[in-house]
């Protein structure tokens, strides 16, 4: 029988209702991204990974993302985006310990790639499974859903501020951390939930990549996507390389980077309806470019995270608009263009790290990050193409 609305209201009063449901997943999701981010320059040094070496092994976790995306859609539209969802998760749990017991270079290629796969289907899972949730329940629920991911991630990486603060294991920390997370959170995923059927859309058919006005709207996406990225694998090293920060104040700058973005999603929809998208996108790119040039150009640990504070606020609205105008498109049905749009965003993030990586190899860390500066200057002039249909 189909859930009505009265219905998907009164689960709201439970301690596990959808929404606390799909919250939880991006929550886990963020959390186990940001324990891995904050560990990055420990499982590199012990390693002995150069810059580039660590931007080739980041390209294998994006391989295996890209890879996973096509046969997690296909699960989630055969066995349903909720159950897809819960048991991906516990494999990306499983990625996450993998990382910490590889113990030489061939394994950690294996595990990062096993990490990323599960990462990107989990990721493809829990949004198809959002947006079912956010479809019943009749009303906006995306941006806060997306600030769960940011709120788990700075949660993640304070946890790896911690762990190395008290000289943790790496793998003793990814196990414990990790199990305890998921324990908690698939807690509050255990409802049951049984997906209305997908309505008949329009003769267009679904687009792998952006086109036409929509291929703006990606582009936008990706230089913020890229952001996000970059900061969430370089920012700890970042902070090592060039400020001479120890490994736990490293940790903390993801974790800054993540509160920021946290807390303007949770008010970036009363900043988009107080002076409108186009303007809201202007105002993210000219923060998320101001942050980026004084991180770089101060050079010291409190400029840094000032500067990183700044990119976490502006990266926050990005997303959330270009998903915004993509289901406002007059041209395709919302699913789809919300999904070419996605296809932009989610190569962003995948190709940020390796490309930081091979810069700072070939340049230097520093010069690497103006790219993210350039890249945000880039939102602020195509800030006109997020103007809603």
Request: charged share 10%.
């Amino acid at each position: 029988m189909t859930e009505t609305r009265s219905d998907y209201l009164r689960q709201t009063f439970r301690l596990r209702s959808p929404w606390r449901a799909v919250s939880s997943m991006f929550m886990l999701n963020g959390a186990l991204f940001g324990i891995w981010a904050s560990r990055i320059p420990a499982v590199s040094e012990f390693h002995g990974l150069s810059p580039g070496g660590l931007g080739l092994l980041l390209l294998l976790m994006a391989a295996g993302a890209i890879l996973s995306f096509p046969l997690a859609g296909r699960a989630a539209d055969r066995i349903g985006a909720a159950r897809v969802t819960r048991w991906v998760a516990l494999a990306y749990v499983l990625g996450l310990v993998l990382l910490a017991l590889a113990p030489t270079l061939p394994l950690l290629a294996a595990a990062l790639f096993v990490f990323g796969a599960a990462h990107g289907s989990m990721d493809v899972a829990m949004n198809a499974w959002a947006s079912e949730v956010e479809a019943r329940a009749a009303r906006p629920m995306m941006s806060s859903f997306h600030a769960m991911f940011s709120l788990g991630a700075g949660l993640g990486a304070l946890s790896g501020y911690g762990a190395a603060s008290i000289g943790a294991d790496i793998t003793l920390h990814f196990l414990v951390v990790g199990s305890v997370s998921a324990l908690l959170t698939l807690y509050m995923a255990q409802i049951p939930w049984v997906a209305n059927p997908a309505p008949m859309g329009g003769a267009a058919k679904p687009s792998l990549l952006p086109r036409g006005p929509l291929l703006a709207v990606g582009f936008v996406a990706f230089c913020g996507a890229v952001g996000e990225g970059a900061m969430a694998d370089w920012s700890a090293i970042f902070l090592v390389l060039t400020t001479g920060a120890t490994e736990a104040d490293a940790a903390l700058g993801f974790a800054v980077f993540s509160v920021a973005m946290v807390a303007m999603r949770l008010v970036g929809d009363l900043v988009v309806a107080r002076i409108g998208p186009v303007a809201a996108g202007r105002l993210a790119g000219a923060s998320a470019s101001l942050g980026a040039l004084i991180s770089v150009g101060w050079g010291s640990y409190g400029a840094a995270m000032v500067g990183f504070a700044l990119m976490g606020i502006g990266y926050a609205l990005v997303m959330p608009l270009a998903f915004s105008r993509a289901a406002s498109d007059p041209d395709l049905p919302a699913g789809a263009a919300i999904a070419s749009v996605a296809t932009f965003g989610y190569g962003g993030i995948l190709i940020g790290p390796p490309m930081i990586g091979v810069t700072a190899e070939l340049i230097s860390l520093p010069a690497a990050f103006l790219i993210l500066a350039a890249l945000a200057v880039f939102i602020v002039m195509f800030s006109h193409v997020l103007r809603r249909s």
